[in-house]
């Protein structure tokens, strides 16, 4: 028997023509249940709510919208700032914040401005690292507001 000869393995799975995606999500909702999920993305929903707080608390940003769900969109202010200057210093606090590891946020453009965008998904965050996210952001958008001027 040589090598062309050999079935595919494939042929005898269940997935058989297309893949069978669903089964993994099947296979985690029946093993850990709805109710843990719900849970889960509850804490999402309430850790952004956290981190929407201390956004509201800081004179320094800025909130884009109301928080409803797991998303956070803010900015750096600096009061008498032009929009995009801003936007600028924006960008630039998010790529600070990814090459230092501190967090992966995005840019976002809403009405003409940049806003840092966390989309809060993992189970396992922690109320701290949206302490440290407020903290570095303020930090880092200071430290670039001096070299500018």
């Known amino acids: 028997m040589t090598g062309v000869d050999v079935p595919w393995l494939s042929d005898y799975?269940?997935?058989i023509s297309r893949g069978f995606h669903a089964l993994k999500v099947w296979m985690t909702l029946k093993e850990n249940g709805t109710a843990k999920y719900g849970r889960l993305i509850q804490q999402n929903i309430d850790q952004a709510q956290y981190l929407s707080d201390l956004v509201t608390a800081?004179?320094?940003l800025e909130l884009a919208m109301p928080v409803s769900l797991n998303i956070v969109n803010f900015r750096y202010v600096i009061p008498g700032a032009v929009t995009s200057s801003l936007n600028i210093l924006n960008k630039e606090i998010e790529i600070e914040l990814?090459?230092?590891?501190?967090a992966v946020s995005s840019i976002v453009s809403i009405r003409d401005k940049n806003y840092l965008h966390v989309a809060i998904t993992n189970h396992r965050s922690k109320r701290e690292a949206f302490d440290l996210l407020v903290q570095e952001v303020i930090r880092i958008g200071d430290t670039l507001q001096k070299k500018q001027i």
Request: glycine share 18%.
């Open 13 to 15: 799975g269940f997935e």
């Open 58 to 60: 800081n004179p320094k």
């Open 98 to 102: 990814q090459e230092q590891g501190i």
